[in-house]
């Protein structure tokens, strides 16, 4: 399985969004938070600390006794799971032979010693060095995971991809940014990210490097970059924020935004639908490492679901921020 999917999706797992880990049975040779971390894990030939060879992940003591390891998560934002990556990068003679997934709803706080939780991935066959991809197929929201491994080992990253859970009704008459990934905004298609993910425009915070950011190739045809976005929930957009922070000799000359309310079809089909959109933000001119803000400039076309932002002809952009009221 690929995780094309599931890059269209927000990892309810990354340290970034606060996630962290509240319980582990053991962590001797690699602390649990590190396989929290949003980079891809690396190897360092030949660093060892006092407990032996580093490694970036997670990894327990070799189990003489009987059991198995397991640590408890606190994930950064509630969400609805829908797939997961357990990834054993490096860990060849010492990952775990299989591990699970359960997880339990306690917005009040941590879960008590008698909470009650739910499997959402049975005991699956682990590889070292391998990425293994999961759908989960449950609608319900979550506070907190708890993943055990079998009996022993090491993991260097899990993710745990899924949409942000948020009571709407509570947030009705706020302004509040309707395109950010922990509202449930997420990055859908692009022409192209060759530098930089499409999905990094709507992480919070504003970005740490060009990196974090999203960046196309050079463009050697005609035409220009775009990316597509689904909204967290529908609404009717009041301020537009297109920031190039990092983005000095690369940054594009100018962006435009087209926007709908879509209903029906697929997140697949979305490009053609967006080839009929109206024009939510006339085309502006940008500058380079700096936030741009549009309020006047923005067309009154009604409620929308989804936007398209278009870059010309080329270029980087750090963050997109659409404000708004939700409607429905």
Known sequence: MSNTHFDKYINLADARLGTKAIFVTDDWFAAVDRMLQPEAPVWKEGVFDDNGKWMDGWESRRKRFEGYDYTIIRLGVPGVICGVDIDTSYFTGNFPPSASLEACYSPDGDPADDAEWTELLGAVSLQG????????????????????????????????????YLDW??????EIDLAAALNGGRALACSDEHFGKMGNILNPGRAVNM?????????????NDWVIVALGHPGEISRIVVDTL??????????????????????????????????????????????????????????????RINIFPDGGISRLRLFGKITD
């Not at 990196?211 to 035409?223: K, L, Q, S």
Request: charge should be negative; aromatic fraction near 10%.
């Open 129 to 164: 060095n391998s990425h293994h991809l999961h759908a989960i197929n449950d609608d319900r929201p979550w506070t907190h995971i708890r993943f055990n491994i079998y009996p022993d080992g090491g993991v260097a990253r899990l993710r745990v991809y899924g949409t942000p």
């Open 169 to 174: 009704k509570k947030l009705a008459g706020e």
């Open 211 to 223: 990196g974090d950011g999203w960046e196309t190739a050079r463009r050697r045809t005609p035409g």
């Open 246 to 307: 990092h983005f000095k000799g690369n940054y594009p000359d100018s962006c435009s935004i087209h926007a709908a309310y879509v209903k029906g079809g697929t997140d697949e089909q979305i490009e053609t639908q967006s080839l009929f959109w109206k024009e939510l933000l006339p085309a502006q001119k940008l500058e380079m490492h700096q936030e741009h803000e549009f309020s006047a400039e923005i067309n009154d076309i009604g409620a929308i679901t989804h936007i």
